[in-house]
């Protein structure tokens, strides 16, 4: 009793403000030091992540995943074209990549020998990387006209099982951006040149400049001057004996012209057509070392890929065609790869100005886009009589390549119609 009669003393002289904050203070200190003194019995989950358990996937099933996404956003884009379909494309590959960084950190989280440390810092570098690849995308400006992003992380680095090997000016690139319209195509912006240029820099290099692929994918390059390049069949068949060959042929005589006049952009200084093609002008004799009119005798250089590689391999588009029906062609292509026809005639419309066909452009651009302005060119005005007799000079190499592909090209139907052809 003593004890709770000095008590009631003691709190009826102090206030009772001041006797709370005591009271506080004192329970705050002993909670301090009581976390302090068990510290070291905490346990803290680092090695596991209970909200991402329901995350996690096998590699598999995120590959099919990631490509069922990419057959849904070529489904809904009734409108593309190669540099416009960029945003659209690249908002498909950012949300797969997020998905593939996730299942990689939660397995870096859900390694028992990985410290919390190790986890944390791998996470960041993975962000960190995000981050300067994505900076690069938005800033780099090589190949702008032309690029749609083909480089991604996720998946496998692969080299192709299928290159458009030419011709030069025959309508290549409009064939290869038009095959980029396809989630499982993925294909080089530029041209590698490795079978004929960069050869002793190696595979791994090679396969380096590859886009990743998921399973199901096809890896894709183009390089138009491999169809002229004697060691480029015996290289390509070292590499890979089963690959997929296209060759992109054309009138020769309209593809001769197409080709001086991109020289001529770039050197103006140079002599005319007439004076390049002729030995002599008055005899008539055809100078068929200068390349420009070499490329053109398909039938030579068919020749030295037959050695290595099957018809069965080889797939021929026409140029002529491939203007005035891009979706038939492309049809044909698809089949030929072994792909789904994905890219129809939905996909193109016919640009008066530039005299061939385009991609779409996707519903929310502002402007449809063509191929670069190296496309479409107005052609210099050629004699007749020049026109004439390289038709003549033609012919018969023309029908030779008729034979070896068993292919009528019908250039021959053209000989009057040429002289008047105005554009690249």
Not at 40 to 65: C, D, H, I, K, M
Not at 124 to 146: K, M, P, V
Not at 154 to 159: F, T
Not at 266 to 285: D, H, M, W
């Amino acid at each position: 009793m003593a004890f709770w009669s000095s008590t009631s003393v003691f709190t009826s002289k102090v206030p009772r403000k001041i006797l709370f904050m005591f009271t506080l203070s004192l329970s705050v200190t002993y909670l301090f030091y009581s976390l302090m003194s068990c510290y070291n019995s905490l346990q803290f989950p680092l090695q596991e992540n209970y909200a991402y358990q329901g995350r996690l996937v096998t590699e598999e099933t995120t590959f099919v995943t990631l490509r069922e996404k990419l057959y849904s956003a070529s489904q809904g884009l009734a409108e593309f074209t190669g540099a416009e379909g960029t945003t659209a494309v690249s908002a498909v590959r950012d949300h797969a990549e997020a998905e593939q960084r996730t299942v990689e950190w939660i397995r870096t989280q859900a390694a028992p020998t990985k410290s919390a440390a190790a986890a944390a810092a791998a996470a960041a570098a993975a962000y960190h990387t995000t981050a300067l690849e994505r900076e690069h995308q938005e800033f780099s400006t090589t190949d702008s006209e032309l690029r749609v992003n083909c480089t991604s992380d996720y998946g496998e680095k692969k080299l192709p099982q299928a290159i458009i090997i030419g011709v030069k000016k025959g309508g290549t690139r409009a064939l290869l951006e038009a095959l980029r319209v396809h989630p499982d195509v993925r294909a080089v912006g530029n041209e590698p040149h490795f079978f004929d240029r960069n050869y002793e820099r190696g595979l791994d290099w090679y396969k380096d400049l590859m886009p990743s692929t998921l399973e199901g994918q096809i890896t894709m390059e183009k390089t138009p001057s491999y169809f002229v390049t004697n060691h480029a069949p015996k290289r390509i068949h070292t590499m890979a004996r089963d690959i997929k060959l296209i060759i992109v042929v054309r009138n020769p005589v309209t593809r001769a012209i197409s080709d001086y006049t991109q020289t001529l952009s770039k050197k103006p200084e140079i002599p005319t057509f007439e004076v390049l093609a002729f030995k002599n002008r008055t005899l008539g004799l055809i100078d068929a070392s200068w390349s420009a009119l070499r490329i053109g005798i398909y039938a030579l250089h068919l020749e030295s890929w037959m050695q290595y590689f099957p018809l069965s391999q080889m797939h021929f588009v026409s140029g002529e065609r491939l203007i005035v029906d891009p979706a038939g062609e492309m049809a044909k292509v698809q089949d030929f790869l072994g792909l789904k026809r994905i890219v129809t005639d939905k996909h193109f419309y016919f640009n008066k100005t530039k005299g061939f066909p385009c991609l779409k452009k996707p519903e929310d651009s502002s402007t449809p886009r063509c191929l670069g302005k190296s496309k479409g060119r107005t052609h210099p005005k050629i004699d007749a009589d020049v026109i004439r007799r390289l038709h003549k000079f033609y012919k018969p190499f023309n029908m030779m390549f008729y034979q070896m592909t068993g292919q009528n090209f019908e250039w021959e139907l053209g000989d009057d119609s040429e002289s008047r052809s105005s554009q690249d």
